[in-house]
Nanobody, 121 residues
Framework: QVQLVESGGGLVQPGGSLRLSCAAS????????MGWYRQAPGKQRELVAR???????NYADSVKGRFTVSRDNAKNTVYLQMNSLKPEDTAVYHC???????????????WGQGTQVTVSS
């Protein structure tokens, strides 16, 4: 019912920048929050950044000051601007959207397919 399509990943050198985009489409009444998670080889998936509708963004400590998450609510789109990239940022990045449910039903998490970010010299 809901699809998330990501773009913007790639290979960059340390210190470089990338901008990820994610657009949600389908049967959407409203979105409670959108954000980004990542999973590196041999590690668990972790929160990178998220921003609730009408609220302030929150970030993993490891990316504060380097990454910025933003939303275009009219387009159901979330962005992640990544600056000063480090090899430790290498991971598959997944878009996430929390879509509001009908009355008496909980919201539902939806996930994108993922986009690879590789930081290497």
């Amino acid at each position: 019912q809901v699809q998330l399509v990501e773009s913007g990943g790639g290979l960059v050198q340390p210190g470089g920048s990338l901008r990820l985009s994610c657009a949600a489409s389908g049967s959407i009444f409203s979105i409670n929050a959108m954000g980004w998670y990542r999973q590196a080889p041999g590690k668990q998936r972790e929160l990178v950044a998220r921003i609730p509708t009408g609220g302030s963004a929150n970030y993993a400590d490891s990316v504060k000051g380097r990454f910025t998450v933003s939303r275009d609510n009219a387009k159901n789109t979330v962005y992640l601007q990544m600056n000063s990239l480090k090899p430790e940022d290498t991971a598959v990045y997944h878009c996430n959207a929390v879509v509001a449910g009908w009355p008496d039903l909980p919201p539902t998490n939806y996930w994108g397919q993922g986009t690879q970010v590789t930081v290497s010299s």
